[in-house]
């Protein structure tokens, strides 16, 4: 199936800091790229969508200053969490949609997810 | 306002028998849904997927059914392995091409 990669896998940082997230797409040039947000027991929540070259387009809900999304090319996107707070801790999921290399339809691949610690 | 309904949040199925999951929708504008898996700190693994043109679709111990009429479609896994243990999503693209996701129900199998 289709990879797609996140990094950093952890990372912890202070109050008030930014921290940036990059997801690829590794064997398949990804149309569209989605960010998740899972909390605890619960289900992934969609934050953000991005086609490349173009704004995102945010969930309601979603603060687009705060999560600021960048996607520069068709194997690239990145979320800045910018001045992060306690509150933001969680997991976030990238997620890649193309062709991957034995798939029959195009199909939303995911990265391993980013544990985000924020103290 | 849950589109898609997973209702059974765990199930416990001994190794070698079929686990079999359950996942309803309400929106019958849905025309391809999907199943992943996901272990902890892990991102969704994509397992299976079926369009709505189709009632039954397999890959493997994995078959998904659909029933359109009852909006209902199930994951069934025969014989279940130690390594299916894990929560997994009920999927459906909705008319914008997002996905959503069902709470997910985790299954745990038994020795």
């Known amino acids: 199936g289709a990879v797609v990669s996140q990094h950093p896998s952890r990372v912890i940082c202070k109050s008030g800091t930014s921290v940036k997230i990059e997801c690829r797409s590794l064997?398949?040039?990804?149309?569209?790229m989605f960010w998740y947000r899972q909390f605890p027991k619960q289900s992934l929540m969609l934050m953000a969508t991005?086609?490349?070259?173009?704004?995102?387009?945010?969930e309601q809900g979603v603060e687009k200053d705060k999560f600021l999304i960048n996607h520069a090319s068709l194997t690239l996107s990145t979320l800045t969490v910018t001045s992060a707070h306690p509150e933001d801790s969680s997991f976030y999921i990238c997620?890649?949609?193309?062709?991957?290399?034995?798939?029959?339809?195009?199909?939303?691949?995911f990265g391993p997810g980013t544990r985000l610690t924020v103290l | 306002d849950q589109q898609v309904k997973q209702n059974s949040p765990s199930l416990s199925v001994q190794e070698g028998r079929i686990s079999i999951l359950n996942c309803d929708y309400t929106?019958?504008?849905?025309?391809?849904f999907l199943w992943y898996k996901k272990y902890p700190a892990e991102g969704p693994t994509f397992l299976i997927s079926?369009?709505?043109?189709?009632d039954k679709n397999e890959d493997g111990r994995f078959t998904v059914f659909l029933n359109k009429s009852a909006k209902h479609l199930s994951l069934h896994i025969v014989p279940s392995q130690p390594g299916d243990s894990a929560v997994y999503f009920c999927?459906?693209?909705?008319?914008?091409?997002?996905?959503?996701f069902g709470k997910g129900t985790r299954l745990h199998i038994l020795p």
């Open positions: 997620s890649a949609r193309g062709w991957g290399r034995d798939a029959s339809t195009d199909t939303q691949y």
């Open positions: 064997d398949f040039q990804a149309t569209t």
């Open positions: 991005s086609n490349e070259g173009s704004k995102a387009t945010y």
């Open positions: 929106n019958s504008m849905f025309d391809y």
């Open positions: 079926i369009s709505s043109i189709k």
């Open positions: 999927a459906a693209y909705d008319r914008d091409d997002k996905i959503i």
